[in-house]
């Protein structure tokens, strides 16, 4: 397997992933646990940011953030349609790049000054790695107040995109 196909594979998870959280927080009366639904709204637009971030480091162009997080928190119907947004770019991308440009390295600067390099490739595995470890704590915060949220695995992904990988023999 080619390190794009398993890249196209994450996003898709990503996206699918992305979409049920938010539909979930977007579906749930607001004014119930509205501590816990403000962190997880929190958490999502941190990955959202991170993401335009890395865009912006991939492209070459300015991303605009001071900050891993911006001072307004977004509605879940407001993040939801940027996380779309953004997950069909970082699709669109993966299905574009070449295998020379997943090797060159980028050097960036990250919100806190840092400088930092980091091929394309390993920037889009922080992406897809990063976002999935936000939504494990964001599914924490759905379970304690009796929400249900998707089940985040890429082998359901897999599974919900290819029916036959159930079948045996």
């Not at 196909?5 to 607001?30: C, M, N, P, Y």
């Not at 991939?58 to 349609?81: K, Q």
């Not at 091929?119 to 999935?132: I, K, N, P, S």
């Not at 704590?137 to 036959?164: F, M, N, Y």
Request: proline share 5%.
């Amino acid at each position: 397997m080619s390190t794009v196909s398993i890249l196209s594979k994450l996003f898709r998870h990503q996206a699918w992933a992305h979409d049920g959280f938010l539909q979930v927080l977007e579906t749930s009366a607001a004014g119930q646990h509205p501590e816990e639904r403000q962190t997880a709204l929190r958490v999502l637009n941190h990955c959202y940011v991170v993401n335009q971030i890395f865009t912006g480091h991939l492209t070459g162009r300015p991303h605009g953030y001071a900050a891993s997080n911006t001072v307004e928190t977004p509605t879940p119907e407001s993040l939801r349609a940027a996380h779309a947004a953004s997950d069909r770019w970082f699709l669109d991308y993966v299905a574009s790049v070449t295998p020379e440009q997943l090797a060159e390295p980028i050097a960036f600067t990250f919100t806190d000054g840092d400088r930092g390099t980091m091929t394309r490739e390993e920037m889009l595995f922080h992406v897809a790695t990063h976002d999935g470890f936000h939504r494990g704590e964001v599914g924490r915060l759905l379970k304690q107040i009796s929400l249900l949220p998707p089940r985040d695995t890429l082998a359901v992904t897999l599974h919900r995109e290819e029916p036959a990988r159930r079948e045996h023999g």
